[in-house]
């Protein structure tokens, strides 16, 4: 069993950055894919970043291409997401899952979930 516990969530004003964390503990993640997913007030949970067991390849959702990136620290069992350019749109739930392959799926089929952590951004 893995155990993802988020942290790093907040209120951030339009524009902001945060990073979120996802600790991992009761195995190593080192040869999981890794995601992110957030879900908004009223709406389905919906892919935001994932990336490979080695960190070579990530792959992002349209609306956060180019502010937010993925990254994965094998040593510290932790997986990033560092959030720039924060829009009011951006509020939500934001999700951490463990995927037990190589390779990420942009879906949500991930044998993990961490409870999540909020993220408001205030305009």
């Known amino acids: 069993q893995v155990q993802l516990v988020e942290s790093g969530g907040g209120l951030v004003q339009d524009g902001g950055s945060l990073r979120l964390s996802c600790g991992a503990s009761g195995r190593t993640i080192s040869n999981y894919a890794m995601g992110w997913f957030r879900q908004a007030p009223g709406k389905e949970r919906e892919f935001v970043a994932a990336?490979?067991?080695?960190?070579?390849?990530?792959s992002y959702a349209d609306s956060v291409k180019g502010r937010f990136t993925i990254s994965r620290d094998s040593a510290k069992n932790t997986v990033y997401l560092q959030m720039n350019s924060l829009k009011p749109e951006d509020t939500a739930v934001y999700y951490c899952?463990?995927?037990?392959?190589?390779?990420?799926?942009?879906?949500?089929?991930?044998?993990?979930w961490g409870q999540g952590t909020q993220v408001t951004v205030s305009s």
């Open positions: 899952a463990a995927r037990n392959t190589f390779l990420f799926v942009t879906n949500q089929k991930y044998d993990y």
């Open positions: 990336v490979n067991w080695s960190g070579s390849r990530t």
